[in-house]
């Protein structure tokens, strides 16, 4: 059984419906991204799968046993870490003595570990942490029991660059291990780095299911040449071209750099120009067979040649504003 099961999960607040029969599962090994703009249901969806509150109707399975069942999600409980969107914990206490509370109840196997990678004030009381440091405190109670399964809701929102990015690592290192993570963000290049595959929820429903990688490349590709002389529009007339757009320009300095400012994304400039040629930018979305995108530009003589991802949010706002279906 996977490791997350949800069938036709519904929380009816009375005013407002949290999430609306929603079914999905993450496969052990998963780092399974859950995201949704604000009210969407995210936090319900975390609070109903780890039995703090109980569903309308539905299940919520997670490792084998039901959430909704209070003997049974005690046992889960035991084998989960939980990693909140806003950690509280008793700030008199320093931050020890909470590690020595959470050991006494799940184990600490990992504590020395955790704390030299993430390295909270452990000796001060919790009063005195800033929100990154409390962040980083919860990190290590969340994982310090070595659970197979982590929930995190919005992992990164108080950590700084630096260490939002050792938390990536981290992540990684634990996916290769074979831990369970789900886990909900706002953050889309941490999703696009992360995660396997997606959830995307609006107005409590499930919107899509998918892996990282189609929701992408169903999304296409942003392809922009520059052609030494003029271009004619039909030869950019076939399958898989969208938004065509072709701009002429004479006497225009090419700009020439061998630069890539993103890992993905394929950069190809060469130093042709003497400054006073006409060029063609040719710029468009194109989700077409890559072998008829070469055969259109082979006749050409080319200055530059980009392929880039369609930008994340422009893909995920489909979604979140209701353009997409699934
Ligand atoms: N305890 C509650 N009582 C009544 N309504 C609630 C309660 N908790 C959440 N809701 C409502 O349920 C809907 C889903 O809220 P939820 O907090 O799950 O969204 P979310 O996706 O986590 O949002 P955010 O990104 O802002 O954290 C919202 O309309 C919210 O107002």
């Known amino acids: 059984m996977a490791p997350i099961e949800v069938i036709d999960l519904t929380k009816d607040y009375g005013s407002v419906l949290g999430i609306d029969s929603i079914t999905f599962s993450v496969e052990k090994g998963e780092v399974f991204g859950f995201l949704g703009p604000n009210g969407a249901g995210k936090t319900t969806t975390i609070r109903t799968l780890l039995g703090f509150q109980s569903p309308t109707s539905g299940t919520a399975t997670v490792l084998g046993h039901d959430m909704t069942n209070e003997s049974e999600f005690l046992d889960a409980k035991a084998d989960v870490g939980y990693l909140p969107a806003t950690p509280k914990f008793d700030d008199s206490a320093t931050g020890t003595e909470i590690l020595d509370l959470h050991a006494s109840i799940k184990g600490d196997t990992r504590r020395e570990e955790l704390l030299e990678r993430f390295d909270p004030p452990v000796d001060r009381p919790v009063r005195e942490y800033s929100t990154g440091n409390v962040q980083k405190l919860a990190i290590v109670q969340a994982f310090m029991h070595d659970p197979s399964l982590v929930v995190m809701d919005e992992p990164t929102s108080g950590l700084d660059p630096l260490m939002q990015q050792r938390f990536n690592e981290f992540i990684h290192d634990e996916q290769q291990r074979g831990v369970t993570v789900f886990f909900s963000s706002h953050v889309l290049s941490e999703v696009r780095r992360l995660c396997t595959r997606v959830a995307i929820l609006r107005d409590g429903r499930l919107i899509t299911t998918e892996p990282v990688e189609s929701l992408l490349n169903r999304s296409g590709k942003v392809v922009h040449l520059r052609i030494g002389g003029t271009v004619d529009q039909a030869a950019f007339d076939f399958d898989g071209v969208h938004d065509l757009d072709i701009r002429s320009m004479r006497g225009t300095q090419v700009e020439t750099q061998l630069s890539d400012e993103r890992d993905s994304d394929l950069k190809l400039r060469v130093d042709e120009s003497d400054g006073t040629e006409t060029v ?36 995920f706002m489909q979604f979140y504003g209701g353009e997409a279906s699934a």
């Open 280 to 315: 063609t930018d040719v710029s468009f979305t194109f989700t077409g067979d890559v072998n008829d995108l070469v055969d259109a530009v082979t006749p050409y003589a080319l200055r530059e040649f980009d392929v880039e991802e369609a930008p994340l949010d422009e893909v």
